[in-house]
């Protein structure tokens, strides 16, 4: 999943929790994308598990349940026992730029 397609969700969210979706070709300028990267981004969350629907009436889609959705990145910097532990071998330095030796 790239950093733009959890940008697009966490937006896909909010609007999700204000019922303020419109329908999809309104949903899909709000997003800034087409109506099918809008059909993709309801089918990937409901594919986590997500149970959501279009109303007529509210005109939007919206959650049939209370969710919370959130995505974590995490970088660390691997300590050299951690790259060997991953990559086998020992480390050296090679012009500043680590090289794993195996």
Known sequence: MTVKTIKKL????ELLKRNATGNAKELSYKLGVSRKHVYNYINTLKDLGVDIKYSRIKRSFFYCEP???TFDIKIKKLT???MINIFGGNQQKNNNKSVMKV
Do not use: A, F, G, K
């Open 67 to 69: 969710y919370e959705i």
């Open 10 to 13: 966490q937006q896909l969210d």
């Open 80 to 82: 050299t026992n951690e």
